[in-house]
């Protein structure tokens, strides 16, 4: 727990960071119909278990064109 505590300044940011990916990547997922790979489950599985990385991927190959 010491070390949590110590480090605490450290892993704030990046847990802001990754809530903000997450929600801003499920908002973009539920809106848009239009994925260049995969569906909307297996993106949303992506997003949701594959913390910071799962986001990433999705607004570089996933996300489809916009309407």
Do not use: C, D
Not at 19 to 24: A, E, I, K, S
Not at 48 to 62: K, N, S
């Amino acid at each position: 727990m010491k070390v949590l505590l110590e480090n605490l300044p450290l892993l704030l940011p990046l847990i802001i960071i990754e809530l903000v990916l997450m929600t801003v990547a499920l908002v973009h997922i539920s809106r848009h119909p239009n994925y260049r790979f995969g569906n909307r489950v297996i993106w949303i599985l992506a997003v949701v278990f594959i913390q910071i990385i799962g986001p990433v991927v999705y607004f570089l190959f996933g996300k489809g064109e916009e309407e």
